[in-house]
């Protein structure tokens, strides 16, 4: 299970990646007060990159922000927190892919896993951090819009 200390290590990057539908709201109770999961970390003055395979910019917040192709073609991936918002068949290849390139730690979005994922994300030494599952502060399971901000207060960013 994920835990306050996943969620105060996945912070400690100094940069960070969204993955996916970043225009998704995975965590309902909190869909009406944060628009999507990139938003949250513009809002929060984090430096973030979308990553969407389909589409060379994504528009949020009425401004368009460049996006790069894969985890793979991030800046610094060895620095990157990365958030993942897709399907469990396609989380499992982001997975290896940021396994691949050193990504540090990811946040697993509510609906983004299975056990398979899960065994990946969290077998031998794969990642110094991963936020899922059950627990965190809503009824969805961890997810950055509810837990987010107690955790980057607690890492100071905030």
Same mark, same amino acid.
């Given at each position: 299970?994920?835990?306050?200390?996943?969620?105060?290590?996945?912070?400690?990057?100094?940069?960070?990646?969204?993955?996916?539908?970043?225009? !998704?709201?995975?965590?309902?109770?909190?869909?009406? @007060?944060?628009?999507?999961?990139?938003?949250?970390?513009?809002?929060?003055?984090?430096?973030?990159?979308?990553?969407?395979?389909?589409?060379?910019?994504?528009?949020? @917040?009425?401004?368009?922000?460049?996006?790069?192709?894969?985890?793979?073609?991030?800046?610094?991936?060895?620095?990157?927190?990365?958030?993942?918002?897709?399907?469990?068949?396609?989380?499992?290849?982001?997975?290896?892919?940021?396994?691949?390139?050193?990504?540090?730690?990811?946040?697993?979005?509510?609906?983004?896993?299975?056990?398979?994922?899960?065994?990946?994300?969290?077998?031998?030494?794969?990642?110094?951090?991963?936020?899922?599952?059950?627990?965190?502060?809503?009824?969805?399971?961890?997810?950055? !819009?509810?837990?987010?901000?107690?955790? !980057?207060?607690?890492?100071?960013?905030?």
């Amino acid at each position: 299970m994920a835990s306050e200390a996943a969620a105060r290590k996945f912070f400690t990057a100094p940069f960070f990646a969204v993955v996916g539908q970043p225009f !998704l709201t995975l965590c309902i109770s909190h869909a009406a @007060n944060i628009p999507n999961v990139h938003a949250w970390y513009l809002n929060h003055s984090l430096p973030v990159t979308p990553i969407n395979p389909g589409s060379p910019t994504v528009s949020v @917040n009425g401004k368009d922000h460049a996006t790069v192709p894969n985890v793979g073609a991030l800046t610094n991936p060895k620095e990157t927190g990365v958030s993942i918002i897709t399907h469990p068949a396609v989380t499992i290849n982001v997975l290896r892919e940021a396994k691949k390139v050193g990504v540090p730690s990811v946040w697993l979005q509510p609906g983004t896993f299975d056990s398979q994922v899960l065994e990946f994300a969290l077998g031998d030494g794969n990642f110094e951090a991963v936020v899922y599952g059950d627990g965190g502060r809503g009824s969805e399971g961890w997810c950055v !819009l509810v837990d987010g901000e107690a955790a !980057l207060k607690a890492v100071g960013k905030l």
